[in-house]
């Protein structure tokens, strides 16, 4: 099978550097392998980025090169000429802001043009660089609780977060990029931070879905991705929602009628400890429901799930289809050209005009 006509597996992984090491090809050729997700260690500037991506796709064509890039204390490239895009909960703050004139309408409507905004810049700039998906929005609740949600969730309305996010979404859409909703259905209420601890959220299944989750099934249509929070609900499921077929069968496919991409969070974060070895934990992801898993910052661990993850070639079929809708179906513009374009240049204005840059 040639390279450039490879379907891409479930899982994504990351990279170690500036550039392809020896390792990091071996992985990205491995037909288990559909992704590849950078981190700030992979960023120096812009030319070293592109060349970067441009080195992945010459191996795969077909791999999604993802970032986490939400934002605020979440944004992997924030110099040589990135927007430094503000956290998410300003533009929730710009929202709930009268402005001279006490209309709460008017400051509403600007905080979701600005969220159009920052979608289409984050966007735009990205795949100028050939990078083609970032996990972003958040879509978690704020309700004071957890710190490493904070100031990354736009509100604890979840009307606002719908809206917010819709806006957001537009954004990514007009510069050609999917999006993803995380952290389903919710990390806003538990404290812990799941990448270091197994937080709980003792709610109820009623309350969930009453709050947390109605960004989810409002957004509808609009989402193309959902990725799952490494949190336990007991009253649901004794298992994290990553890896629970209530979650993610029963609730977000079958109750919101959900039909994007699931991904996993990380495997390697201590949330998803509790399903045991990496390859136990992507089984488990993939049989509840996930079409990708992701394993990040751990090289032995992606090797140990490329050499011992076993998938069926219906779950690869179905999982298939839904991973290739989140490739770009568009050319992305140069970085010099997109400098000089109209509607980059009007997002921009409108952060500044809103006091919204960085």
């Not at 004139?101 to 600005?114: G, P, Y």
């Not at 996010?165 to 990029?177: I, T, Y």
């Not at 140069?334 to 374009?341: F, G, H």
Request: glycine share 8%.
């Amino acid at each position: 099978m040639s390279k450039s006509t490879m379907n891409p597996g479930p899982i994504t992984l990351d990279v170690m550097g500036l550039e392809l090491n020896t390792e990091d090809r071996r992985r990205i050729l491995d037909p288990l392998t559909g992704g590849v997700i950078l981190f700030g260690r992979n960023f120096s500037n812009r030319q070293q980025l592109t060349k970067l991506t441009a080195d992945i796709k010459k191996l795969r064509s077909d791999v999604l090169i993802s970032i986490d890039h939400e934002g605020g204390r979440v944004q992997r490239c924030k110099t040589d000429g990135f927007t430094y895009l503000p956290a998410m909960r300003k533009l929730g703050d710009l929202w709930t802001a009268k402005n001279k004139s006490n209309h709460l309408a008017e400051s509403a409507a600007q905080a979701m043009a600005a969220a159009t905004a920052c979608g289409y810049i984050l966007a735009a700039e990205l795949r100028a660089c050939g990078v083609d998906f970032s996990f972003t929005p958040v879509l978690d609740l704020d309700f004071g609780r957890s710190g490493v949600i904070g100031d990354r969730s736009f509100s604890r309305d979840p009307q606002i977060v719908f809206a917010l996010a819709k806006s957001l979404n537009e954004g990514l859409r007009l510069a050609g990029m999917a999006n993803c909703g995380k952290h389903f259905p919710g990390h806003g209420w538990a404290e812990a931070d799941s990448h270091v601890a197994i937080p709980v959220d003792e709610r109820s299944l009623t309350e969930i879905l009453n709050n947390d989750a109605k960004p989810y099934e409002w957004l509808d249509l609009s989402l193309a991705a959902v990725m799952p929070a490494h949190v336990i609900y007991p009253k649901v499921d004794q298992l994290p929602a990553g890896f629970s077929k209530i979650w993610l069968h029963s609730v977000l496919r079958q109750e919101l009628g959900f039909q994007g991409v699931i991904f996993s969070d990380d495997l390697s974060m201590e949330g998803a400890s509790v399903a045991g070895s990496v390859v136990k934990g992507a089984e488990l992801a993939l049989n509840a429901g996930c079409d990708a898993v992701l394993i990040c910052n751990r090289p032995d661990l992606a090797d140990q799930l490329l050499a011992h993850l076993k998938v069926s070639k219906a779950k690869l079929a179905e999982s298939v289809i839904r991973l290739n809708r989140l490739m770009p179906k568009s050319p992305a513009l140069s970085w010099d050209d997109l400098q000089n374009e109209p509607q980059y240049q009007h997002a921009l204005g409108l952060l500044k005009q809103f006091n919204l840059l960085q």
